[in-house]
């Protein structure tokens, strides 16, 4: 099922706005519990996603809000499964570097040196119209890779790429869909 293992793959987008203060603080004041995911369903609706893959977003680390949604219980649980295996030491209190090659907010760039909100919003703008298809898997992973290789995943932890704990959910997510172990 493509739209949840789309947006298994888009579930923490949102934390791209940990590199810009102002934004990040608009969307911590009007989400306070998981700002990220809010932004993300945010940023989402700006490029034209479905609803489905914003709610999904919205929803991912919160799904007991929401009845019957299976799909959502699984984005959790996956996560909670990447973080267990990646993150099992977290470093307390430590915020700085934010990145994994050690840059500072304001020296974070995409891989080719490009601003992360201005490429991820070229990249993911689907002139079409989004179609749920392996295609539009491939660009999104393509788009998360050039702005989010280089970006944490939890700034309380330093060498976890937000784009690897990306395709690690989704992978997991896309197994228990086929019926599969991870």
Request: glycine share 6%; charged share 30%.
């Amino acid at each position: 099922d493509i739209p949840i293992v789309l947006a298994s793959l888009l579930h923490d987008i949102g934390k791209i706005y940990n590199y810009y203060e102002n934004e990040a603080e608009r969307y911590r004041t009007k989400y306070p519990e998981y700002w990220h995911a809010g932004a993300g369903a945010e940023l989402l609706k700006e490029l034209d996603f479905p609803y489905v893959i914003r709610h999904y977003v919205k929803y991912s680390h919160t799904p007991d809000r929401i009845e019957k949604e299976e799909y959502l219980s699984l984005i959790d649980k996956a996560d909670d499964i990447e973080a267990h295996l990646t993150r099992k030491e977290r470093e307390k209190g430590e915020r700085a570097p934010v990145s994994i090659d050690g840059l500072s907010f304001e020296e974070v760039k995409t891989l080719h040196g490009g601003d992360l909100l201005e490429v991820l919003r070229d990249g993911l703008k689907f002139k079409d119209g989004l179609k749920f298809d392996e295609t539009t898997l491939v660009r999104c992973v393509s788009i998360l890779k050039e702005i989010t290789l280089p970006l944490r995943a939890d700034l309380q932890v330093k060498d976890v790429s937000l784009y690897i704990h990306s395709l690690i959910v989704s992978a997991i997510v896309s197994c228990w869909i086929r019926g599969e172990d991870p």
